[in-house]
């Protein structure tokens, strides 16, 4: 419960949505001549307000002409030295076009340490020996936001595979599984299930073996084997392996001939007809779980796949949300209906701490969007506009935000009739800012062919890093300075 909390607010002077001036480490000897200027100038820096619309870019430190695109992974390594410390050794250098990406790109905060920057400020007059310095450059890196975030396990809700991680506990009614014993079987394990389907069948050959030992011990038929004058009520009994062996024939059905039930007592008979109407009944029962438990359509969700990441980018002039799902038999789902939900902790106005609480993304309910006719790989999107809870959600923020959408596919499996559901999870981190799908369909041979190769491929694009709030209210804005020059243009034109 506690990774969904919203993570601490950090310093946003140093990276926000535009390209920002890259800071440039200052050499050791020179902290100790500049420390107090350099300390004085700081809260001065911090306290600078942020634009909430894109601005011109500077230009130093960023090649002219380049957009502000967002980084690929591969690009992380190489700005994880902005915060290097002087004593530990200086990363490679770039090369002449190398190309720099704002801070905003990173994936995770990079935070300023207090205490590093006490302890650079303290070494800058006298350099420690190799081996410290070596201790303290792989201490620096073990402390960085970096390898922290990549520590850091995250309980999630729902798997990546579906399965929900939520352990019941405390249940004091427990009676109310029995009254539901073959949804209780059904749900059980298979090693457990296989043990309840043998138990049921030898059990029962057991209590009515020894019933049958016990008659004919009692009426004396096991001490007149082999008598002819002797009426037996069951014959050829001499033991309990024998009695056990005469339930077995008699359940199953078998009927070897040599052990059987006379007509001279009317308790054997009566005994014949109960462990027939049990044996049905534990064969009815017992193969209905059977089937069902084979046939279940949650091994049809299998093969149904979802894409291990989601994207952001623009489509038709709005910020989507967007997330590939496809199918991998030749046997569709019928009626197939798509759902998404994100689960995120949150705190009222009154005070009250809400864990784990569900909201609906929309995923088209309103247009019919949600329902698929999924016969190929289809892109589900989220249009992000002021009723989704992403409204105000930047790619800064993004990092800063503790949720996880979980994806829910419901259909009937046409083989069988019976409804199927796939779900899928995705949190923060698996959340792609600028990037989008490849097509996966191509036309060969009079047919369309689907290659699931590319079905995770997705490739970067120009998108703004602001959120869907700031970029509406940017265009409102645009489009009021328009509406305002026309209007004074038609002014300037209009004859005297």
């Known amino acids: 419960m506690l990774a969904y909390l919203p993570r601490p607010p950090t310093d946003t002077s140093r990276y926000g949505t535009f390209p920002q001036k890259p800071d440039l480490s200052a050499a050791p000897g020179a902290l100790g001549e500049d420390g107090g200027q350099r300390a004085a100038a700081t809260p001065a820096k911090r306290s600078a307000p942020m634009p909430n619309y894109p601005s011109a870019p500077r230009h130093s430190g960023f090649v002219p002409g380049e957009p502000s695109l967002l980084p690929s992974r591969g690009s992380l390594t190489t700005q994880h030295h902005r915060g290097h410390p002087p004593w530990c050794p200086p990363p490679p250098p770039q090369e002449a076009g190398a190309r720099l990406y704002p801070l905003h790109a990173l994936s995770v905060a990079n935070i300023p340490n207090s205490s590093h920057g006490k302890t650079s400020a303290r070494s800058s007059t006298i350099p420690p020996p190799e081996g410290l310095q070596s201790r303290r450059c792989k201490l620096l890196e073990e402390d960085s936001p970096m390898v922290q975030a990549s520590k850091r396990q995250r309980q999630r809700y729902v798997t990546k595979v579906g399965k929900c991680q939520v352990n019941l506990g405390n249940i004091q009614d427990k009676k109310r599984f029995l009254s539901d014993i073959f949804t209780t079987i059904v749900d059980l394990k298979y090693r457990w299930f296989l043990f309840v389907f043998m138990m049921c069948y030898i059990i029962t050959w057991l209590v009515f073996g020894f019933i049958y030992f016990f008659d004919a011990w009692v009426r004396g038929?096991?001490?007149?084997?082999?008598?002819?004058?002797?009426?037996?009520?069951?014959?050829?009994?001499?033991?309990?392996?024998?009695?056990?062996?005469?339930?077995?024939?008699?359940?199953?059905?078998?009927?070897?001939?040599?052990?059987?039930?006379?007509?001279?007592?009317?308790?054997?008979?009566?005994?014949?007809?109960?462990?027939?109407?049990?044996?049905?009944?534990?064969?009815?029962?017992?193969?209905?779980?059977?089937?069902?438990?084979?046939?279940?359509?949650?091994?049809?969700?299998?093969?149904?796949?979802?894409?291990?990441?989601?994207?952001?980018?623009?489509?038709?002039?709005?910020?989507?949300?967007?997330?590939?799902?496809?199918?991998?038999?030749?046997?569709?789902?019928?009626?197939?209906?798509?759902?998404?939900?994100?689960?995120?902790?949150?705190?009222?106005?009154?005070?009250?701490?809400?864990?784990?609480?569900?909201?609906?993304?929309?995923?088209?309910?309103?247009?019919?969007?949600?329902r698929l006719f999924l016969v190929e790989p289809q892109i589900i999107c989220h249009v992000i506009n002021r009723h989704s809870p992403f409204w105000d959600m930047s790619a800064e923020s993004l990092r800063r935000e503790q949720f996880e959408i979980i994806i829910i596919l419901e259909g009937i499996v046409e083989a069988t009739g019976m409804t199927c559901q796939a779900r899928t999870s995705y949190t923060e981190d698996e959340i792609l800012w600028g990037y989008r799908f490849e097509p996966c369909m191509s036309l060969e041979k009079g047919a369309f062919q689907v290659d699931y190769s590319r079905f995770e491929m997705t490739f970067e694009v120009q998108t703004p890093a602001a959120s869907a709030k700031e970029l509406h209210e940017l265009k409102e804005l645009e489009q009021q300075e328009h509406s305002t020059l026309s209007l004074y243009w038609d002014h300037l034109l209009q004859p005297c």
């Open 221 to 370: 038929d096991v001490g007149h084997q082999g008598d002819p004058e002797w009426r037996a009520c069951i014959e050829n009994v001499d033991g309990f392996v024998s009695a056990l062996l005469l339930s077995v024939e008699s359940q199953r059905t078998i009927g070897y001939g040599t052990r059987m039930v006379t007509a001279n007592c009317a308790e054997g008979v009566i005994l014949l007809i109960a462990q027939s109407i049990v044996g049905s009944m534990i064969d009815a029962m017992m193969v209905g779980c059977m089937f069902v438990k084979i046939s279940r359509p949650k091994k049809r969700a299998q093969t149904l796949i979802f894409s291990k990441n989601c994207v952001i980018s623009r489509r038709d002039e709005k910020l989507c949300l967007m997330f590939r799902v496809g199918d991998l038999r030749e046997s569709h789902m019928v009626d197939a209906k798509i759902r998404a939900k994100l689960i995120k902790s949150r705190q009222t106005a009154e005070g009250e701490f809400i864990p784990l609480e569900q909201s609906e993304l929309n995923l088209g309910y309103d247009t019919g969007e949600d």
